[in-house]
DNA sequence: GTGTCATTGAGAACATCTCTCAATAGTATA
DNA sequence: TATACTATTGAGAGATGTTCTCAATGACAC
């Protein structure tokens, strides 16, 4: 082997995956991601959009978080560890950061445990779907 | 209607669903549990091994934690709400308290928010795994 | 303009989970 | 104990979400 270059190439789907993600108002599913890019014109295929997805989230320029049935995803501008305020009824999303970790690892190093990652995700409702009492999903 | 009873039936299957989840180290998927089943000579159908699990997380008596593709079921003790500490190596976990969880709905409140439900996991590697560098998974 | 090869797209394959409905078996009652 | 009622079960079809395969496409270096 000389040199084993693989260098990524920049291609029409790849920007438009990224952003009609960044678009999107909070979390968001593969499929739905897909369906928003044939409304908007863009052919793109479901394994594109997963490859993609994917991708982003190994880079760290996208979270996911595992539901029932499912993962969703969304773009992060903030590339360091947080955690997220999601709404259960339009599924937007507000970063939020924890005042201290440090109990985590406490718990942990109590068990004997070395801690590799940890999940938290706050469910609720936004202030504009909190207003519309009869309307929850 | 002059008594609307339809009261719950005591099963060879039930009791051996409920038993093997106990006997479960860690967190254990469905698809697991029915093999174990199987393995220890009980018929029991895969219908029937999601009913229970789903019967039991609803009774309070066991928690769920949804993962890529799937979902883990694990029996609790504790009725109320706690967190878990999961070995991603062999899936033991551990049931552990934060210290106030006061912040989140301070965050919530600065966001507008009302909170209907928060998830929160760590993972990481139990004293047994860790002491096994070569064999992590 | 040309060659190389990363990326794409269609759909098959796979995995998880739910639903249906006839058969089974737990429980109350005679 | 025998019988009737009906909650529960099991097998498999089906729905849904995700990954894999591989030939075709097109971005980029030269």
């Given amino acids: 082997m000389t040199s ?33 890019l044939e409304e908007a014109g863009t052919r793109a295929g479901l394994a594109t959009v997963y490859r993609q997805l994917g991708a982003l989230v190994t880079a760290g320029e996208a979270d996911t978080i ?3 049935g499912g993962q969703l995803y969304r773009a992060c501008a903030i590339g360091n560890h947080h955690h997220h305020l999601v709404c259960e009824s339009c599924g937007n999303a507000v970063e939020i950061d924890p005042p201290s970790e440090e109990w985590i690892r406490s718990a942990a190093a109590a068990n004997g445990y070395t801690i590799t990652r940890h999940v938290l995700e706050v469910f609720g409702l936004c202030p504009t779907c909190a207003a519309q009492p009869t309307e929850v999903r």
């Avoid at 270059?5 to 909070?26: D, F, M, N």
Wanted: glycine residues 2%; proline residues 8%.
């Fill in 4 to 36: 084993t270059r693989s260098q990524p190439r920049q291609t029409v789907q790849k920007e438009a995956i990224r952003q009609a993600l960044a678009e999107a108002p909070g979390f968001i599913s593969a499929q739905d991601l897909h369906q928003r």
């Fill in 66 to 68: 595992p539901i029932a």
